[in-house]
């Protein structure tokens, strides 16, 4: 059409390999922050039946559905009774969103690890764990946790024990294994972005959302008799 100006794409050598050095620039730069979860995570992987025996095992939360668990929340929650049973952990925290009244993933993750055994009292809820930065800072600072077996999702499992090993927190991780739906799919996806936030969290060191004072949940479980 007359009167309209195409945009004019850059055609010289020069032009076309600083395109392609930007690109890959780019892409290098996007790797990087799972670069360093892998290099950091990679070798504190395990299974239910061959992590080291910790004290205390950390459950992240993974959203509700009718006030009860999602069920890939359900599976790390399996997990961990499992782990429990077993007699690799003596203390389950459970740390998730109750950000609102009407929200409350700690007392659901709770309510479904008692209905598997697992005493109460060998249960502590963390009810700020608003993302994975908050949990793990939360679980070291607030809950006095030093070692822990973390325990989610394969696809987050890097992601967490890179920010709890940044968060002082001597960790482990037990990855649950899912069928590839879509909700895997779309989870996988998400940690390409997360990954971003993790490093930028790992660098910085923002305080969590909510800090407050330290907690006597874990070591009063601890002391416990079976």
Same mark, same amino acid.
């Given at each position: 059409?007359r009167?309209?100006?195409? /945009?004019r794409?850059? $055609?010289?050598?020069r032009?076309?390999r600083?395109? =392609?050095?930007?690109?890959? @620039?780019?892409?290098v730069? %996007?790797?990087?922050?799972? +670069?360093?979860?892998? #290099?950091?995570?990679?070798?504190r992987?395990? +299974?239910?039946?061959?992590?080291?025996?910790?004290?205390v #095992?950390?459950?992240?939360? #993974?959203?509700l559905? *009718?006030?009860r668990?999602?069920?890939?929340? #359900?599976?790390r929650?399996?997990a961990?009774?499992t @782990?429990?049973?077993?007699?690799k952990? &003596?203390v389950?925290?459970v740390?998730g969103?109750?950000?609102? $009244?009407?929200?409350?993933?700690?007392?659901?993750?709770? %309510?479904?690890? !008692?209905e !598997?055994g697992? /005493?109460?009292?060998?249960i502590?809820s963390?009810? %700020?764990?608003f993302? +994975?930065?908050?949990?793990?800072?939360?679980?070291? *600072?607030?809950?006095?946790v030093?070692r822990?077996?973390l325990v989610?999702?394969?696809?987050?499992?890097?992601?967490? $024990?890179? @920010?709890?090993?940044?968060?002082?927190?001597d960790?482990?991780? =037990?990855?649950?294994?899912?069928p590839?739906?879509? =909700?895997?799919?779309?989870?996988? +996806?998400?940690?390409?972005?997360a990954?971003g &936030?993790?490093?930028?969290?790992?660098?910085?060191? /923002?305080?969590p959302t909510?800090l407050?004072?330290?907690?006597?949940?874990?070591?009063?479980?601890l002391?416990?008799t079976?």
């Amino acid at each position: 059409m007359r009167g309209v100006r195409r /945009p004019r794409w850059p $055609v010289s050598r020069r032009s076309r390999r600083r395109l =392609v050095q930007g690109v890959m @620039l780019g892409c290098v730069l %996007a790797l990087l922050p799972a +670069t360093w979860m892998h #290099a950091v995570a990679d070798s504190r992987l395990r +299974t239910t039946a061959d992590v080291p025996a910790r004290d205390v #095992a950390v459950v992240f939360g #993974a959203g509700l559905w *009718k006030g009860r668990p999602t069920p890939y929340l #359900a599976h790390r929650l399996d997990a961990a009774a499992t @782990l429990y049973r077993d007699g690799k952990v &003596k203390v389950i925290l459970v740390t998730g969103d109750n950000g609102r $009244v009407e929200y409350d993933e700690p007392d659901a993750m709770r %309510a479904y690890l !008692r209905e !598997r055994g697992v /005493p109460d009292g060998r249960i502590v809820s963390d009810y %700020a764990g608003f993302d +994975t930065w908050d949990s793990c800072v939360r679980a070291r *600072k607030i809950f006095g946790v030093e070692r822990a077996v973390l325990v989610t999702q394969g696809f987050h499992i890097r992601r967490a $024990v890179a @920010l709890c090993q940044e968060a002082g927190i001597d960790a482990y991780g =037990v990855g649950v294994d899912e069928p590839r739906d879509s =909700v895997w799919y779309w989870g996988a +996806t998400r940690e390409l972005v997360a990954a971003g &936030k993790a490093a930028l969290d790992a660098a910085v060191e /923002p305080d969590p959302t909510f800090l407050g004072r330290a907690e006597t949940g874990v070591t009063d479980a601890l002391g416990r008799t079976p």
